[in-house]
């Protein structure tokens, strides 16, 4: 099992930046993409952005230039900058992870959702 432990939301006003973390715990044998999500109210969730483990990186329309996805392989942890924050960024933010597990008898791939963090934009 893989456990995905999500941090550095909170309130900002417009304009401000976040920067939200997400560190992978468990009997992990590889992590190939991660990502973020994000679901408003009364909203579908929505990828906001991926990244692989060779780093190549996809951003959602609405975010491209303004937010920056990382990660670091050794820590197993991603990141997300968020700059010039707007109100519509309102929204629990969750980290998804796709990910090989050691199991007795092997490995076996899962995919995986942290708890999700609040961001809030607001004046």
């Known amino acids: 099992q893989v456990q995905l432990v999500e941090s550095g939301g909170g309130l900002v006003q417009p304009g401000g930046s976040l920067r939200l973390s997400c560190a992978a715990a468990?009997?992990?044998?590889?992590?190939?993409?991660m990502g973020w999500y994000r679901q408003a109210p009364g909203k579908e969730r929505e990828l906001v952005a991926g990244?692989?483990?060779?780093?190549?990186?996809n951003y959602a329309d609405s975010v491209q230039g303004r937010f920056t996805i990382s990660r670091d392989n050794a820590k197993n942890t991603v990141y997300l900058q968020m700059n010039s924050l707007k109100p519509e960024d309102t929204a629990v933010y969750s980290c998804?992870?796709?990910?090989?597990?050691?199991?007795?008898?092997?490995?076996?791939?899962?995919?995986?959702w942290g708890q999700g963090t609040q961001v809030t934009v607001s004046s």
């Open positions: 990244i692989t483990s060779g780093g190549s990186t």
């Open positions: 468990g009997s992990i044998l590889s992590i190939n993409v």
């Open positions: 998804n992870a796709d990910a090989y597990v050691i199991i007795t008898l092997g490995k076996r791939r899962g995919n995986y």
